[in-house]
């Protein structure tokens, strides 16, 4: 099977896991590990902030961003389709107590007359005050779209113009700063936290970091053992993070290029594929245009070898990854269009 599901679907690398079973370990809990202290450091430098905390996953980042930047009874301002939105069962009303705006992007972004208009209040004490402002870079569900560096900076001032504490999901960073060929420190030093997962594109069994001020990174390592994510000899995963963050960074461009070549290729097969939406290593193709609803058009495709996914009604997603050759490039090219009998269509 092909797996362009997600790049989730990575699975660690024979040198990813000798340098896994090299790493030297100790009592994370107790801040004793030296594998994931030296993590925390290279990934505070990496997202320019003093500090960063190792977690098990992106989720429990983002989550802990909201705890700590977060009133409770305030608003979380957010993408309408963005992760926390979406895909965390509500979590910010459930940890944190925050009621959520989500507001319409466009490709996954917000403009700062959004954000003023989101946080309007008729100026009584009964009005939600607007209190953290969330935004995804990539983002996921607008098909690993990328913010360029201005439009984010503008919105960051913005929210903080208005009193609003800033939190970036950036689970896919790297895939943003290496395609806008923007350092992921400019990207997300002018944020309060910033998140980047390392079990995504870079390639990492779990794991994830979050950076920001050593003052808020005291509260998340406090939330963090109060989501139960403080561990042992988290070493040996942390290993495979310092691993990812040499070797599986400037690599993304090879993903990056492979999407391209899929879309492109699709596309002149007769696929619907939006070629301007592929800007990291995502490619949507609608299958509504086809005339084919999605569970029938990831059967079809199943049953010639390959998996795909769905992110929104009548469209499917394929994500190159590490996993993901040029072979494979390849052999996607020829037969999706076929499973899906594009080439009536073309
Ligand atoms: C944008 C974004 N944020 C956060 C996450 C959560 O990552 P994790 O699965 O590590 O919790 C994901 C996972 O797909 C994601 O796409």
Redesign the pocket.
Known sequence: MIDLR?D?QTKPSQAMRQAMANAEVGDEQEREDPTVLELERRGAELLGHEEAVYLP????G?QIALAILGERGGELIVEERA?IMV?ELGGAAFHSGLQTHGILGYRGRLTPAQIREASWTEGGFWGPRACVLAI?NTH?TAGGTVWPLDELQAVVTTARELGMRVHL?G??LANAAVASGVPASEIAGSFDTATL?L??GLGCPLG?LIAGSRELMYLARMEKHRFGGAMRQAGIVAAAGLYALDHNVERLADDHARARRLAEGWAAAGLAVDLELVETNFVQVNVAALGLEVDDALERIRAHGLLLSVTKPGTLRAVTHLDISDDDVERALELVPQALGAHVHA
């Open positions: 997600s989730t996953t992106a989720t429990m983002n992760h895909a995804e996921n999901d689970a896919r997962c079990s995504k994830a």
